[in-house]
């Protein structure tokens, strides 16, 4: 039996980074599952023999309030000896998950250490199909590529199903070996906590993007980079005062959806919505600046069923309502009977209905299924033979 160890209140051993369910309330963030993993892989690592000081991980949902939860998990991305990822098509996809992990890689280089090194262990959670993501699970699966289950299956169904449970205590086992030793041989310096968003670097994906598009006025001159993403007006767009942009909430409802998020601002252009679903939003008084009404008629004419339409403009005082009823009446009008947009004028209509919106527009593509060649000339097949032998009834 191990014999009990004092506990440690100082830094964690890990920081367990994980996509919450869409569904969760302040109080247990965190499905049941992750909360069973990381308690198992806390027993796993206090099992590990040896003298020393007994230590925990961190994860959001140990925090009870009144604590400041925010506050906390800064605090233990910045001390945690060892960053434990679970990657999912869910996590690989999303910005703000690929952002805390993006801090902790930095906070390595600038304690002179690899930043995929012994630091980051990578848990495979949920495997993905995507091609994009086969670098990120081959680190995962690294760990424990003869542990056959773990390799097809990921961790989240070892840690749920009974046949798996003794494919599930070994890799549990190497985790916490791995952690163990990483901590307490190569320990990490403590750095100041994060205090501002990390910008990440570009992620190529080979998947269908959901994209999201703004026509408004003042449009930027010379887009840059902001928190990963283009600088684009279509991201920093507040159509709704004192609201964080919109775009914000048009990318959790894509990302919980698994999908890559696309941001634009508009230009004219046919193709736009061709080949992916998205939203299109507009903000009604760029129908009173020169080139405001064209483009919103380009807009119109490179529709398609997949494409939603919100035309956005903040409840005006009472004073100001009729004009901004004008400016609604005048952006709707340019678009044909069939697709007529959607009006928001409240912050709370828009949250309400954006994830009902992004779910539908992506179903309507995925229902479509639109096919188009690759560009360029068609490419001959290779034949068998130049002259086919006369058909004998055989399908070819």
Known sequence: MTSERPALPGPPYFFLSYVPPPTHNDRTPGDHWVRRFYHDLNLAIDGRPGDRLRRQGFADFIVRPPEDRTERKRTALAEAEVFVPLYSPDYLNRDDSRREREWFRQRLIRAGRPPDGDNILPVLWIPSPAAVHA???????????????????????????QKFQHAY?????????????????????AAEPPTGPTDLPSSPTSEVPFRAVVIAPEQPHEPGRLNGRSDTHAGR????????????????????LRMPIDVRDFVPDAGLFRGCPGVLMIDPRVVETPDGAEAVRAAAASLHRWVGVVVIIEDPAPGRRSQATVLLDRAIAIFPAAARPLTITTYDDWRAGIHGLVDRMRRRYLEARPAYPPPGRPISKPRLWENPPPDEGVDT
């Open 135 to 161: 670098p990120d699970q081959a680190r995962a699966v690294a760990m424990a590529a003869d542990v056959d289950a773990y390799a097809a299956n990921g961790m989240s169904a070892l840690c749920r199903l």
């Open 169 to 189: 205590k070994e890799v549990l086992g190497r985790l916490a070996q791995h952690i163990v030793d990483t901590a307490e041989q190569t320990p990490l310096q």
């Open 237 to 256: 767009w507040r159509p709704f005062h004192g609201r964080p942009p919109v775009v914000d909430d048009v990318t959790d409802a894509v990302q919980r």
